[in-house]
């Protein structure tokens, strides 16, 4: 039940951020886990990350920095000819 409630919470948490704010900013630091899982786990015992492996972990950390770092304009809101996003009270 614990492990239910520990995977559907973040998801539920996000969902509640992506409606609330810009999706570019909370879908990238939500990728950023991917990176921190991966560092964790290198840091443990016998835990290792490969050169391929590194490689792949700082693509992902740098693509999620440079999504999060855009404006309103990455994920389409507030963009020419494009409206603002719809802001939801709740």
């Known amino acids: 039940m614990l492990s239910g409630f520990a995977t559907g919470a973040p998801w539920l948490c996000c969902f509640r951020?992506?409606?609330l704010?810009?999706?570019?900013?909370v879908v990238a630091r939500d990728k950023l886990g991917v990176v921190l899982v991966a560092v964790f786990g290198a840091a443990f015992p016998g835990g290792h990350l490969s050169g391929p492996d590194?490689?792949?972990v700082a693509a992902v950390a740098a693509a999620a920095i440079l999504v999060a770092c855009k404006g309103p304009a990455a994920s389409?809101?507030?963009?020419?000819?494009?409206?603002p996003p719809v802001r939801r009270q709740g």
């Open 76 to 83: 389409g809101g507030g963009a020419r000819g494009a409206p």
């Open 17 to 19: 951020a992506i409606g």
């Open 21 to 25: 704010g810009n999706p570019a900013q």
């Open 54 to 56: 590194r490689l792949g």
